[in-house]
């Protein structure tokens, strides 16, 4: 039992910082687009 909470736990951090670069892109996007529609 420890074994697979240990392993949700693993699972865990590797999804935070995929969400930290998924929000990156999305405020990059937002930023380029901005600018596109500037020009």
Not at 12 to 34: A, K, Q, W
Request: charged fraction near 25%.
């Amino acid at each position: 039992m420890r074994r697979r909470h240990f392993h949700e736990d693993e699972a865990e951090i590797n999804i935070t910082p995929m969400l930290d670069v998924v929000f990156i892109m999305l405020i990059f996007f937002i930023v380029t687009t901005s600018f596109v529609k500037e020009t």
